[in-house]
């Protein structure tokens, strides 16, 4: 999967009423991935943005999000294509700095970032993972509800850490946009 090959993803969002989509590219500009909003209308009209599926350049499911109804802090389920669970992203309460934990079966990574929400640091135990930078695509694109989000894997990075690194990316927009809302 194209996906777990690339160093660099650049994911390019376009938020709408109704949904949350977004194109993956590799560093060169080639389509690699899309993630698209899932869920029936009435639910997302109610609740919001709550699944989302990460397809491959074929349209073969990569993974899916779900964000879980909570009162709690934000929690987001990683699912792998065959729908078993194999991540969970938590959002954790800071003052000045937005930081997840991201639970894995064998490892749990931290994504922590800058009050001003631009830059984030994935590391695992073994050091770090990634890094994430989100950039203003232009005052045009801003208008439109556009985001851009580059990422930057370590080199050697296993897949499932990669994945799961990806979903907690996707979480971390979510949690953007739910704290724009209300």
């Known amino acids: 999967m194209a996906l777990l090959q690339s160093d660099v993803l650049v994911i390019d969002q376009v938020t709408s009423f109704m949904g949350n ?8 500009g080639q389509p690699i991935g899309r993630i698209r909003t899932d869920g029936g209308a009435l639910k997302r009209f109610a609740l919001g943005n709550r699944e989302l599926t990460i397809l491959d350049t074929d349209g073969s499911l990569f993974m899916r ?4 109804m909570n009162f709690g802090r934000d929690r ?4 792998d294509p065959s729908g078993q ?11 000045f700095s ?17 009050f001003f ?8 135990p073994g050091g770090p993972v990634a890094r994430v930078s989100r950039r203003w695509p232009g005052i045009g694109a801003a208008f439109l509800g556009k985001e851009r989000y580059v990422l930057g894997f370590t080199p ?9 690194t990806l979903g907690a ?10 704290g724009q809302q209300g």
Do not use: C, H, W
């Not at 987001?76 to 699912?79: A, D, I, N, R």
């Not at 631009?118 to 590391?123: A, L, T, Y």
């Not at 050697?156 to 850490?161: E, F, I, Q, S, Y």
């Open 117 to 124: 929400e631009r830059e984030f640091e994935v590391v695992g």
């Open 98 to 114: 937005k930081r997840l934990t991201v639970n894995l079966p064998d490892a749990t990574l931290q994504l922590s970032g800058s």
């Open 156 to 164: 050697g990075v296993p897949g499932p850490t990669r994945a799961a």
């Open 21 to 28: 989509d977004f194109a993956i590219m590799d560093a060169g």
């Open 65 to 68: 999000i779900d964000d879980v």
């Open 169 to 178: 990316v996707v979480a971390l927009d979510l949690i953007r946009a739910k």
């Open 76 to 79: 987001y389920v990683l699912l």
């Open 85 to 95: 669970q194999f991540g969970e992203v938590v959002k954790e309460f800071t003052l």
